[in-house]
């Protein structure tokens, strides 16, 4: 197994407009960023597995269905008969700025446990991948952070995407602390600007950079999302690349 991503799955239920009478239409689209990860790779000719947590009911199903119709092991998938599938209301402002509503303090996808992640999954990838969603709470946040541990000592490379939703978390503080609990265990970080003044304390490219070397252990490199950044292997800011537009990839 070449990747396998830990995480949340979920229903981004995504406004397309309004019908006849003003009323709201959304569409339920699959979304989470480590499943969009593990699809986006598959899609690339990566074998990539998904573990994550959905409930009983349609959308886990369907969310299911979609990752194996993208080539995605399914296997290590737990299905939660007690809790939905966690949902997340999207809209999108005039600057096609993306704002999340999320609907999960006591849905499927925090509810992954420890017991969820087999060894023999573990074992199996050569990288391991998760971020930060899964971090907001217990028990994911153990589930997730004990997990990229036994992975790490059997020898998988950890990449680790903390990707801050300000009301996921109850205050800035928190989030901030739980963000820096896995950069010990990482080698490869996926920051945007948006995260890197939250985990180094400096909205500057060259200097976060700096700062995250010294945090993340064995660093491999770095990426910086609006206006991407080259860095080399020990972390060293090299030079902007280009602006970028926001976009995420999520199966059809």
């Known amino acids: 197994m070449d990747i396998l991503t830990i995480g949340e799955v979920l229903i981004d239920l995504t406004q397309t407009g309004k019908d006849a009478r003003g009323i709201p239409q959304f569409a339920a689209n699959p979304g989470g960023a480590p499943a969009n990860l593990a699809v986006a790779a598959s899609r690339l000719g990566a074998q990539t597995a998904f573990i994550g947590k959905v409930g009983a009911d349609a ?25 939905p599938t966690t949902m997340a209301v999207v809209s999108v402002d005039a600057t096609g700025e993306r704002d999340f509503s999320f609907y999960r303090s006591a849905n499927a996808d925090v509810m992954l446990s420890k017991e969820d992640i087999s060894e023999s999954a573990l074992k199996a990838a050569k990288i391991v991948h998760f971020g930060s969603v899964s971090l907001t709470a217990d028990p ?21 995407d903390p990707n801050y939703r300000a009301n ?27 995260e890197l003044p939250l985990l180094t304390g400096t909205v500057d490219c060259e200097n976060g950079c700096l700062v995250g070397s010294v945090q993340v252990q064995d660093p491999i490199t770095a990426l910086e999302f609006r206006e991407g950044v080259s860095v080399d292997d020990n972390l060293r800011f090299v030079g902007n690349l280009f602006d970028v537009n926001h976009v995420q990839s999520r199966p059809p």
Do not use: C
């Open 168 to 194: 996921l978390w109850k205050n800035k503080e928190e989030a901030i602390a739980q963000m820096k609990a896995p950069l010990p265990l990482v080698d490869i970080l996926k920051v945007s600007d948006e």
């Open 59 to 83: 959308f886990g199903r369907y969310l299911k269905e979609v990752l194996a119709e993208n080539k995605v092991d399914v296997s290590g998938m737990a299905v939660d008969a007690d809790h």
């Open 140 to 160: 994911s946040r153990t589930a997730t952070l004990d997990a990229a541990a036994r992975a790490k000592k059997m020898g998988a490379t950890i990449t680790y």
